[in-house]
């Protein structure tokens, strides 16, 4: 007969968390940021490639460069490779080709040269998160010009082919490069003008084929055209500080699934109502794995220990990578590892969050409406569906001396194979990993954490 479990209600942590591949993204690298644990990064082609003879190490070096200080701080990139800014001389076509030209067999075997080297110098590259496919036209926003369809397929399934491993998202993911099932950046979220035709467009495809749930929703909170100064706001102080701005943000967020977004990152942190308003979308963003219960055997003298964890996501949105769950037995006066083994069979990226949110009430009009015409209903926006309880369950032979030891959970970064996702509750050894109760080997009791 198995011996009895003891069963425990992790204490819940109810503020945002610094957590990877999620939440307020900085424009550029950045390395002082509260929040971030992403930043975004623009490429010019000619920085990576500027002559037919370079070679896939200048762009390595390139990357080196800009990126060498991350993993530190443990931070990953968005990189997005474009070729026009803005104005007619910021144009960043290598030197051996045309500026201005999107179409000719020279550009298209350079175009898919660019996209295989990049798949060698990302896709295995633990230090890029995401990647923006980008390239065409100003600010690879892919408008002034548009890509063509065939240069839109040629584009995607290069992209998909070059980097298995990482995903990619685009400008219009319901309507543009759409023979890959690519996520999405949105570069005026929340903003008032697109919020029917962009962000309707988005739960729209969401509704349509789940993309939310392999595919990450993203991009950049736009401060700089149109009725932004209605929503989201004047300034990313004004959308987090201001209620009527951060309720907007926070159910476009839940919405759309979304897990990251840029400029809004940028607000005042002198602020404490802009504070209060980051702890409140950076919580938003993405994923946020809540443990709601907890059983493990207290007394490990016959070499096994069981243990069930369930986790919620209380987030947005999934996680996209399949991180390993990692438990373990610390000591506990200076909480060394003693032994440790991650959990086969669970895959991270299944634990999904509530669904359909509660709909925007549009008014008739335009595709730019005046500011009365979008509004979230003042109560009671929630998910249709609520987010299930995924189960951890998984028993272990331990081989360890006698004792008493902290049994702790963990997700690890398979980059170094270190504790890096924070789950929601309050027993948190600093490092990453989560203590979840007291396990023996030998005569005395296990049981729950001590009151300390």
């Known amino acids: 007969e198995p011996a009895q479990l003891v069963r425990i209600?992790?204490?819940?942590?109810?503020?945002?968390?610094?957590?990877?591949?999620?939440?307020?993204?900085?424009?550029?690298?950045?390395?002082?940021?509260?929040?971030?644990?992403?930043?975004?990064?623009?490429?010019?082609?000619?920085?990576l490639e500027n002559d037919e003879s370079d070679s896939l190490q200048k762009i390595l070096d390139v990357c080196d460069q800009r990126w060498s200080g991350l993993p530190a701080k443990n931070i990953k990139v968005i990189p997005r490779v474009y070729l026009?800014?803005?104005?007619?001389?910021?144009k960043y076509w290598p030197e051996d080709m045309q500026n201005g030209d999107y179409t000719s067999d020279q550009f298209q075997a350079r175009l898919l040269r660019l996209i295989a080297r990049l798949g060698q110098a990302w896709n295995d590259d633990p230090r890029v998160a995401f990647v923006e496919l980008g390239i065409f036209g100003k600010w690879g926003e892919h408008h002034s010009p548009s890509p063509t369809a065939p240069l839109q397929k040629l584009a995607a399934d290069a992209f998909a082919r070059a980097l298995p491993n990482k995903r990619i998202s685009v400008r219009h993911a319901?309507?543009?490069?759409?023979?890959?099932?690519?996520?999405?950046?949105?570069?005026?979220?929340?903003?008032?003008?697109?919020?029917?035709?962009?962000?309707?467009?988005?739960?729209?495809?969401?509704?349509?084929?789940?993309?939310?749930?392999?595919?990450?929703?993203?991009?950049?909170?736009?401060?700089?055209?149109?009725?932004?100064?209605?929503?989201?706001?004047?300034?990313?102080?004004?959308?987090?500080?201001i209620r009527k701005h951060r309720d907007f943000v926070f159910h476009t967020i839940r919405w759309t699934h979304?897990?990251?977004?840029?400029?809004?990152?940028?607000?005042?942190?002198?602020?404490?109502?802009?504070?209060?308003?980051?702890?409140?979308?950076?919580?938003?963003?993405?994923?946020?794995?809540?443990?709601?219960?907890?059983?493990?055997?207290?007394?490990?003298?016959?070499?096994e220990l069981r243990v069930e964890v369930k986790i919620q996501n209380e987030g947005s949105a999934p996680f996209y990578y399949d991180w390993p769950i990692e438990f373990s037995l610390l000591s506990p006066t200076d909480r060394r590892v003693v032994w440790k083994r991650t959990v086969d069979g669970i895959d991270i990226r299944d634990w999904l969050p509530g669904d359909l949110w509660t709909q925007p009430e549009f008014g008739a009009g335009s595709n730019r409406p005046p500011k009365d015409r979008v509004n979230w209903p003042q109560r009671g926006?929630?998910?249709?569906?609520?987010?299930?309880?995924?189960?951890?369950?998984?028993?272990?032979?331990?081989?360890?001396?006698?004792?008493?030891?902290?049994?702790?959970?963990?997700?690890?970064?398979?980059?170094?194979?270190?504790?890096?996702?924070?789950?929601?509750t309050s027993q948190y050894f600093e490092g990453g990993r989560h203590p979840l109760g007291v396990?023996?080997?030998?005569?005395?009791?296990?049981?729950?954490?001590?009151?300390?």
């Open 381 to 424: 926006c929630d998910w249709e569906h609520s987010p299930q309880e995924y189960l951890i369950a998984a028993t272990f032979d331990v081989d360890v001396p006698a004792g008493q030891y902290l049994l702790a959970i963990a997700i690890l970064d398979p980059a170094g194979m270190s504790p890096s996702v924070r789950l929601a």
């Open 439 to 452: 396990v023996v080997q030998g005569d005395e009791a296990g049981g729950a954490l001590p009151s300390d």
């Open 84 to 90: 026009h800014w803005s104005a007619d001389d910021q």
């Open 9 to 47: 209600t992790p204490s819940p942590y109810d503020h945002a968390l610094r957590n990877p591949l999620k939440g307020l993204t900085t424009r550029g690298i950045r390395t002082d940021h509260p929040w971030a644990t992403l930043a975004h990064d623009y490429l010019r082609w000619n920085q």
């Open 258 to 303: 979304c897990t990251q977004l840029r400029w809004i990152a940028d607000y005042d942190f002198r602020d404490a109502a802009a504070r209060q308003g980051a702890d409140v979308i950076q919580r938003a963003l993405g994923y946020r794995f809540v443990p709601t219960s907890a059983a493990f055997s207290p007394n490990i003298d016959a070499g």
């Open 174 to 241: 319901w309507s543009e490069f759409v023979s890959q099932d690519f996520g999405e950046y949105w570069d005026s979220f929340a903003h008032l003008d697109q919020m029917n035709s962009h962000g309707r467009a988005i739960a729209q495809l969401n509704r349509e084929t789940q993309r939310y749930r392999t595919q990450y929703i993203g991009g950049e909170v736009a401060y700089d055209w149109g009725n932004w100064k209605d929503q989201p706001g004047a300034t990313p102080t004004a959308s987090l500080a």
